[in-house]
């Protein structure tokens, strides 16, 4: 029922401009797909290469397993939502619902119950005569949606189509697109900038910057296991301690920095005596905890954030530390002004090389 | 209030006046000298109050017969300009930044050519293959320059379009013709409307070009001013008169929706 | 173009060229070759076209340089097109400065709309308005005898009358380019000068009109071209010693019967325009596709 997509090797430029390389990765059917990224990493860019908007430079676009080349958007089991949603301010939303079904020549009756079996869907009944301007945020949303899924597409390709959203309506438009997202097991292709977004609702991730694809993998796995030191400092939230490796042993690497020896878990292609990274994550440092490894800061100061605070303090040689402690464990937690000793496990960290 | 701030008051105040008398008293003039008595279109001296200058205009079939012609001509020239207009603009608006402002230029040239010699060169031309003035050449050579002005208020709203709508349609599968028809059109329609209007109105004004491409037929603005040589006659100050009443009434009509479509939001 | 083709697929696009193509080449530029053609080329009997001495030669511009008369009144023409131009920019320029600046939204909206009220009826209606006023034995005269200002009546239909003429058909074509461009001047940059201690003059000369620059010459361009051109203001308001180039062509076509003169003189009244446009929107450095309304 719904389709796999398989990027091979996509490359885009525009002119001189080089906008995505050598991009590959495979997204199984009925997945929920995600691809994260500051604004101008290329993401959008593939997203028109597989909705068939922009034919790649290089490399090929498989849908069902079948080549995309020289096919356009409207040849293609694809439907996109734009940023802007791109609603016809003109038709009233059950025209906009139906307008894929006008365009396959379906007739109107039909177009008509078409269009309420899918108001019924996003919970808009009775709202077919009203005209998209007269609708709020999250109903334009919805409607967007409905008037994709309309065409019953393969793929749904979503353009960070909550972005204009206030906090609130976006919390809540993400469970219920991951919720349609299930019910219609059409594969959802999905890109944003926003992590948090990314990491909630997706089964895999895919990460970009500048135009490379950094990692592909679980939320979970991305958070956990960075690959790359783009992945690590943009996917949450971390602390960097620059060092030289002194060993490898096991998969725990060994770094030698200013604040000591310092284990964590050995990325690729790390090599005794070449400098390298040790990302370690706000969560995994614990005051006065036990373990080999050890940081210690002077608390500046303490941000209080409900089920958690953020203990921000200065290392020794300058450098800042960030440090999570749970809400229910503040009374032990450290003062402001006093120096205080952190603790990690090895395999709470990872060692990456410097880029 | 200061000694400047009442030198201003005081200029603005009597610039006002002296700009809506010269603005509105010829008009006044003209509507009052229908109902004088007097042969000659006039309001000194004033002969005696009648109506019988609008009877005569109810009589004067030249008259009626010169709005025909010119209602037909207004006709066929929003038939000749819309479609041409609004594929100019489609035009301009596909262009490329160094092309666009070349095309531009010839584009709104026909605006920068004096009306005479826009009716003289059609005339020339036409005589040439055979065909002589009339209704013919008068929408031919008005529709020259009135597609400019067409081409400019679509250009103007199609810049405001939001082109994610035809990614959008397309991607649903619309055929071309289907976004032109379903997306485009409709979002044109307010710009065809107020552009149809207008060029119903430069028709209907336009005498410099009409002039030279008339040939034997007799739009109104070409019947007035003959008029004016051969015995003219307070009942063109009465279809004046009506022209000015229509107007004053759409005026206000127009600003009484506007503001009630403000307040309601 | 590829883009339209891109956008609206071959048959819609092709529609659309042809469309822009009939026009342009078909309503535009053969007409305006046709008249080259004519204006270069001698008036012959049928029998002699063709023959040998229906040859292209500039003897009919020439003429017009020769023929006193007519080159006096196309030089009148010029600069009375031209005081035309600078009275109406006179006569509007306080009135867009009070709507862009002072006016609040509803008087901005009804005072265009006042505006528009005379140019609803057409050119030829709004003279004749002024024919009528301007009588010899008209309102304007009995006004001004009545309150002892003049004696006898005055003979305004000549130049002044087709100046007031003019002036008053084309005062729309001036008021909303100048309007639309001081709209865009910031008051605080006039409130700026103020404070500075420019004079109200000063304000004026140095802040408001360079910002205005490209309405202005927009403004002046059209009504200069339009009052160039204009046929029925010199006819009906003019008088035999106030007569208009236009009168002249059009009396080579329809009363001298020679067309090819005539065509010259209307090619010669294009050029003429064209260099007046191009040239003050060189010197006030806009571009032509500033010329928008």
């Given at each position: 029922?719904?389709?796999?997509?398989?990027?091979?090797s996509?490359g885009?430029s525009?002119?001189?401009t080089?906008?995505?390389?050598?991009?590959?990765?495979t997204v199984?059917?009925?997945?929920?797909?995600?691809?994260?990224?500051?604004s101008?990493?290329?993401?959008?860019?593939?997203?028109?290469?597989v909705?068939?908007?922009?034919?790649p430079?290089?490399?090929?676009v498989?849908?069902?397993?079948?080549d995309?080349?020289?096919?356009?958007?409207?040849?293609?089991?694809?439907?996109?939502i734009?940023?802007?949603?791109?609603?016809?301010?003109?038709m009233?939303?059950?025209?906009?619902i139906?307008?894929?079904?006008?365009?396959?020549?379906?007739?109107?009756?039909?177009?008509r119950?078409?269009a309420?079996?899918?108001?019924?869907?996003?919970a808009?009944?009775?709202?077919?005569?009203r005209?998209?301007?007269?609708?709020?945020?999250?109903q334009?949303?919805?409607?967007?949606?409905a008037?994709?899924?309309?065409?019953?597409?393969?793929?749904?390709?979503?353009?960070?189509?909550?972005?204009?959203?206030?906090?609130?309506?976006?919390?809540?438009m993400?469970?219920?697109l991951?919720?349609?997202?299930?019910?219609?097991?059409v594969t959802?292709?999905?890109?944003?900038?926003?992590?948090?977004?990314a990491?909630a609702?997706?089964d895999r991730?895919?990460?970009?910057?500048?135009?490379?694809?950094?990692?592909?993998?679980?939320p979970?796995e991305?958070?956990?296991?960075?690959?790359?030191?783009?992945?690590?400092?943009?996917?949450?939230?971390?602390?960097?301690?620059?060092?030289?490796?002194s060993?490898i042993?096991?998969?725990?690497?060994?770094?030698?920095?200013?604040?000591?020896?310092l284990?964590?878990?050995a990325?690729d292609?790390?090599a005794v005596?070449?400098?390298?990274?040790?990302?370690?994550?706000?969560?995994?440092?614990?005051?006065?905890?036990n373990?080999?490894n050890r940081?210690?800061?002077?608390?500046e100061s303490?941000?209080?954030?409900?089920?958690?605070?953020?203990?921000?303090?200065?290392?020794d040689?300058?450098?800042?530390?960030v440090?999570?402690?749970?809400?229910?464990?503040l009374?032990h937690?450290?003062?402001?002004g006093?120096r205080?000793?952190?603790?990690?496990?090895?395999v709470?960290?990872?060692?990456?090389?410097?880029? | 209030?200061?000694?400047?701030?009442?030198i201003?008051?005081?200029?603005?105040g009597?610039?006002f006046?002296?700009?809506?008398?010269?603005?509105?008293?010829?008009l006044?003039?003209?509507?009052?000298?229908?109902?004088?008595a007097?042969?000659?279109?006039?309001v000194?001296?004033?002969?005696?109050t009648?109506?019988?200058?609008?009877?005569?205009?109810?009589?004067?079939?030249?008259?009626?017969?010169?709005?025909?012609?010119?209602?037909?001509?207004?006709?066929?020239?929003?038939?000749?300009?819309?479609?041409?207009?609004?594929?100019?603009?489609?035009?301009?608006?596909?262009?490329?930044?160094?092309?666009?402002?070349f095309?531009?230029?010839?584009?709104?040239?026909?605006l920068?050519?004096?009306?005479?010699?826009?009716?003289?060169?059609?005339?020339?031309?036409w005589?040439?293959?055979?065909?002589?003035?009339?209704?013919?050449?008068?929408?031919l050579?008005?529709s020259?320059f009135?597609?400019?002005?067409?081409?400019?208020?679509v250009?103007?709203?199609l810049?405001r379009?939001?082109?994610?709508?035809?990614?959008?349609?397309?991607?649903l599968g619309?055929?071309?013709?289907?976004?032109?028809r379903?997306?485009?059109l409709?979002?044109?329609?307010?710009?065809?409307?107020?552009?149809?209007?207008?060029?119903?109105?430069?028709?209907i004004?336009?005498?410099?070009t009409?002039?030279?491409?008339?040939?034997?037929?007799t739009?109104?603005?070409?019947?007035?001013a003959?008029?004016?040589?051969?015995?003219?006659?307070?009942?063109?100050n009465?279809?004046?008169?009506?022209?000015?009443a229509?107007?004053?009434?759409?005026?206000i009509?127009?600003?009484?929706?506007?503001r009630?479509?403000?307040?309601?939001? | 173009?590829?883009?339209?083709?891109?956008?609206?697929?071959?048959g819609?696009?092709?529609?659309?060229v042809?469309?822009?193509?009939?026009?342009?080449?078909?309503?535009?530029?053969?007409?305006?070759?046709?008249?080259?053609?004519?204006?270069?080329?001698?008036?012959?009997?049928?029998?002699?076209?063709g023959?040998?001495?229906?040859?292209?030669?500039?003897?009919?511009?020439?003429?017009?340089?020769?023929?006193?008369?007519?080159?006096?009144?196309?030089?009148?023409?010029i600069?009375?097109s031209?005081?035309?131009?600078?009275?109406?920019?006179?006569?509007?320029?306080?009135?867009?400065?009070?709507?862009?600046?002072?006016?609040?939204?509803n008087?901005?909206?009804?005072?265009?709309?006042?505006?528009?009220?005379?140019f609803?009826?057409?050119e030829?209606?709004?003279?004749?308005?002024?024919?009528?006023?301007?009588?010899?034995?008209?309102?304007?005269?009995?006004?001004?005898?009545?309150?002892?200002?003049?004696d006898?009546?005055v003979r305004?239909?000549?130049?002044?009358?087709?100046?007031?003429?003019?002036?008053?058909?084309?005062?729309?074509?001036?008021?909303?380019?100048?309007?639309?461009?001081?709209?865009s001047?910031?008051?605080?940059?006039?409130?700026?000068?103020?404070?500075?201690?420019a004079?109200?003059?000063?304000?004026?000369w140095?802040?408001?009109i360079?910002h205005?620059?490209a309405?202005?010459?927009?403004?002046c361009?059209?009504?200069?071209?339009?009052a160039?051109?204009?046929?029925v203001?010199?006819?009906?308001?003019?008088?035999?010693?106030?007569?208009?180039f236009?009168?002249?062509?059009?009396?080579?076509?329809f009363?001298?019967?020679?067309?090819?003169?005539?065509?010259?003189?209307?090619?010669?009244l294009?050029?003429?325009?064209?260099?007046?446009?191009?040239?003050?929107?060189?010197?006030?450095?806009?571009s032509?596709?500033?010329?928008?309304?």
């Amino acid at each position: 029922m719904s389709h796999s997509v398989e990027l091979h090797s996509v490359g885009m430029s525009f002119g001189r401009t080089r906008a995505v390389s050598d991009v590959s990765f495979t997204v199984e059917a009925g997945e929920f797909f995600s691809i994260l990224g500051p604004s101008g990493c290329g993401k959008t860019t593939i997203l028109r290469i597989v909705a068939g908007f922009l034919q790649p430079t290089d490399g090929a676009v498989l849908i069902g397993g079948q080549d995309m080349a020289g096919l356009g958007p409207d040849q293609r089991p694809t439907a996109m939502i734009f940023q802007s949603l791109a609603l016809f301010p003109l038709m009233p939303v059950w025209e906009n619902i139906a307008f894929g079904l006008e365009a396959r020549g379906v007739a109107k009756a039909e177009r008509r119950k078409k269009a309420d079996e899918l108001l019924h869907l996003i919970a808009l009944d009775g709202y077919g005569d009203r005209m998209p301007g007269e609708l709020s945020g999250g109903q334009r949303q919805r409607v967007a949606i409905a008037r994709a899924l309309a065409v019953e597409p393969q793929v749904l390709l979503l353009d960070e189509p909550l972005s204009a959203l206030d906090l609130k309506l976006r919390q809540h438009m993400r469970s219920e697109l991951r919720s349609l997202q299930k019910r219609t097991g059409v594969t959802f292709i999905y890109i944003t900038h926003d992590q948090s977004e990314a990491l909630a609702m997706s089964d895999r991730v895919a990460v970009m910057s500048d135009g490379i694809l950094q990692q592909v993998g679980a939320p979970r796995e991305l958070y956990d296991n960075p690959a790359t030191p783009f992945v690590a400092t943009f996917v949450g939230e971390t602390n960097i301690i620059a060092g030289e490796v002194s060993a490898i042993d096991n998969g725990i690497a060994t770094v030698e920095s200013t604040h000591g020896r310092l284990r964590g878990r050995a990325g690729d292609g790390l090599a005794v005596g070449k400098t390298a990274r040790l990302y370690v994550r706000p969560e995994a440092l614990e005051p006065d905890g036990n373990g080999g490894n050890r940081l210690t800061a002077e608390i500046e100061s303490i941000d209080f954030e409900g089920a958690f605070a953020l203990a921000h303090g200065r290392l020794d040689d300058g450098g800042e530390l960030v440090a999570s402690i749970a809400s229910t464990r503040l009374g032990h937690a450290p003062s402001i002004g006093e120096r205080a000793s952190f603790a990690f496990a090895d395999v709470n960290a990872v060692v990456l090389p410097d880029d | 209030m200061n000694a400047a701030d009442r030198i201003r008051k005081a200029f603005f105040g009597f610039y006002f006046a002296a700009f809506f008398l010269y603005l509105f008293a010829p008009l006044a003039i003209m509507g009052a000298a229908t109902f004088n008595a007097s042969r000659f279109p006039t309001v000194t001296p004033w002969q005696g109050t009648t109506l019988q200058w609008f009877s005569a205009l109810w009589a004067d079939t030249g008259m009626w017969q010169s709005l025909w012609t010119s209602a037909v001509v207004a006709f066929f020239v929003v038939l000749v300009v819309l479609p041409i207009g609004t594929a100019a603009a489609l035009l301009l608006t596909s262009l490329h930044a160094r092309a666009r402002s070349f095309m531009y230029a010839v584009m709104v040239s026909p605006l920068l050519t004096p009306g005479v010699v826009i009716g003289i060169s059609t005339l020339v031309l036409w005589r040439q293959l055979g065909v002589g003035g009339g209704v013919f050449l008068i929408v031919l050579a008005q529709s020259s320059f009135i597609i400019c002005y067409v081409m400019l208020m679509v250009a103007a709203r199609l810049q405001r379009f939001d082109r994610t709508q035809e990614e959008a349609a397309v991607g649903l599968g619309a055929s071309k013709f289907m976004v032109f028809r379903r997306v485009i059109l409709p979002f044109l329609k307010p710009a065809l409307l107020a552009a149809g209007f207008l060029a119903v109105l430069q028709s209907i004004e336009n005498y410099n070009t009409t002039l030279f491409v008339r040939g034997f037929d007799t739009p109104l603005t070409v019947y007035i001013a003959t008029k004016v040589r051969t015995g003219l006659t307070p009942a063109v100050n009465a279809l004046a008169l009506i022209m000015i009443a229509v107007t004053i009434i759409g005026a206000i009509t127009y600003e009484v929706v506007r503001r009630r479509n403000q307040r309601a939001g | 173009m590829t883009d339209l083709y891109k956008r609206f697929g071959g048959g819609l696009g092709t529609l659309f060229v042809a469309l822009v193509a009939v026009w342009l080449t078909g309503m535009v530029l053969a007409p305006n070759i046709m008249m080259i053609d004519y204006a270069l080329k001698p008036n012959l009997p049928p029998a002699e076209i063709g023959g040998p001495r229906d040859v292209y030669s500039l003897d009919n511009i020439l003429y017009l340089a020769n023929e006193g008369v007519h080159r006096a009144i196309f030089f009148k023409t010029i600069w009375a097109s031209a005081l035309v131009a600078f009275v109406t920019f006179i006569v509007c320029y306080p009135l867009a400065y009070w709507l862009a600046q002072n006016a609040t939204q509803n008087q901005t909206a009804i005072v265009l709309l006042a505006l528009t009220i005379p140019f609803w009826i057409n050119e030829v209606l709004r003279t004749l308005a002024w024919y009528i006023l301007l009588a010899f034995r008209g309102p304007l005269n009995a006004l001004l005898m009545s309150l002892g200002i003049i004696d006898e009546p005055v003979r305004w239909y000549g130049d002044g009358g087709v100046l007031a003429g003019m002036t008053y058909a084309y005062i729309l074509f001036m008021l909303f380019p100048v309007y639309n461009a001081i709209e865009s001047l910031e008051k605080s940059q006039i409130e700026a000068a103020r404070d500075l201690g420019a004079s109200v003059w000063r304000t004026h000369w140095r802040v408001v009109i360079p910002h205005a620059k490209a309405g202005i010459a927009t403004g002046c361009v059209f009504t200069f071209m339009l009052a160039a051109g204009s046929y029925v203001a010199p006819a009906l308001l003019g008088a035999p010693g106030s007569r208009w180039f236009t009168e002249i062509i059009y009396n080579w076509f329809f009363e001298g019967g020679d067309w090819n003169r005539g065509a010259a003189y209307a090619l010669v009244l294009l050029v003429l325009c064209l260099t007046v446009v191009l040239v003050t929107l060189r010197i006030a450095r806009v571009s032509l596709t500033e010329v928008a309304k």
